[in-house]
């Protein structure tokens, strides 16, 4: 059974107890001065950004029905063409999770993939969960979990992939024809656990 994403930030009741009793909070270590001061300084743009972190994972959690397998770092270093068009490889940061996990970042680099990923899936793109996981990627609190590897490659070998990804082609290595591959590889996933 693959883990559910659970939105945490790791650290986060220490960073609580720093922004609310950041007198009794810091030690003698080299770094405490200046990262109570950086704190002391940002505080409010920290918890600011925090509250947003909260709404988001709020609204997104609503709709948990819509949660799929995901890759959580499908970059062009981790397709492989194969005879059955190209797959994802490295699945040691896989978690059950909304779509939004492994399309955000995509999406940056082609905002058509909305529109595909709709249409081959039936699934609509939601602007908050894109928004959460590029939050949580530009504050590093992206969840990996070693424990899914051998059981998520398991289930998509064993259901196999190769209907979206043989009907898209990359035709002369632009940015785009990495994108589509990639997003090939995210909607084989999404399908053979349907």
């Not at 743009?45 to 988001?56: F, I, K, N, P, S």
């Not at 995509?106 to 899936?121: F, K, M, N, V």
């Amino acid at each position: 059974m693959a883990l559910t994403d659970d939105f945490a930030i790791p650290g986060r009741d220490q960073l609580g107890v720093a922004l609310t009793d950041n007198r009794s909070y810091w030690g003698p270590g080299p770094f405490a001065a200046r990262a109570e001061q950086l704190l002391r300084q940002h505080g409010p743009d920290v918890e600011t950004a925090l509250a947003r972190y909260d709404g988001l994972v709020a609204e997104v959690a609503r709709s948990a029905e819509r949660f799929v397998v995901t890759h959580g770092e499908p970059h062009r270093a981790n397709t492989i063409n194969t005879s059955n068009g190209v797959v994802l490889i490295d699945w040691d940061t896989a978690l059950v999770a909304p779509p939004e996990r492994d399309l955000w970042m995509l999406l940056a680099e082609e905002p058509a993939i909305a529109e595909d990923y709709t249409s081959r899936t039936g699934i609509d793109v939601q602007t908050a969960a894109v928004q959460l996981y590029r939050l949580c990627a530009r504050s590093r609190c992206t969840q990996r979990n070693s424990e899914l590897r051998t059981s998520t490659a398991k289930t998509l070998v064993r259901h196999g992939t190769g209907s979206a990804s043989t009907s898209i082609q990359s035709a002369g290595g632009t940015r785009f024809d990495r994108t589509r591959k990639a997003i090939a590889a995210v909607v084989n996933a999404a399908l053979a656990l349907r």
